[in-house]
């Protein structure tokens, strides 16, 4: 007995009680419909679709179909990061390979800028963009692909070269956080 005479449950059993009467109730479905309870799948599903997009969100996941199919196709073909061609740890750097990979990877910044002309937001991607065709600029004035000789245009084409073997990735992104609004 406790305080004025009241007998105490152990806390065990009170959890116990409690615990069984959750369930219960989870599976009688009697959360499904409850106030404040979140919807089941089939409602969650009306919902979404119910919900359209913002025409922020209309002009990003166009922008994302756009490109999205290009980049893939490209990384895919080219390799990206260790795996491309342009990759710092491959001798292939001072190659044709990497001056296809980096054609390849100028023509998708060009075709990203020209998707977001006009466009509000995609900041990212458009410095992104911007920052690639930068390199491989550099890249094609250095004549990399052309093996130098001289030991400082080699290491001068290294900074570019990486750039352009992380670009497929990195205009990708720039898409995804044009989705998120930067």
């Not at 980096?102 to 910044?109: G, S």
């Amino acid at each position: 007995m406790g305080t004025y005479g009241i007998r105490r449950t152990p806390k065990a059993v009170v959890l116990g009680v409690a615990g069984l009467t959750v369930a219960g109730m989870v599976m009688a479905g009697c959360t499904a419909g409850a106030k404040g309870a979140p919807p089941a799948d089939g409602q969650r599903a009306a919902t979404a679709q119910a919900t359209p997009l913002s025409q922020a969100g209309q002009i990003a996941e166009g922008v994302q179909q756009a490109l999205t199919g290009r980049l893939d196709a490209h990384e895919t073909h080219f390799g990206s990061g260790t795996n491309s061609p342009c990759s710092t740890s491959r001798a292939s750097m001072f190659t044709s390979a990497c001056q296809d990979a980096a054609n390849a990877v100028n023509d998708d910044a060009a075709e990203s800028l020209a998707e977001i002309a006009g466009k509000p937001g995609f900041a990212t991607l458009r410095s992104v963009a911007t920052e690639l065709q930068k390199a491989v600029g550099l890249y094609t004035g250095l004549g990399c692909a052309h093996a130098p000789g001289d030991a400082e245009v080699r290491h001068q084409c290294l900074a570019p070269a990486a750039q352009i073997a992380q670009g497929e990735t990195d205009l990708r992104g720039g898409v995804n956080m044009g989705l998120t609004g930067r």
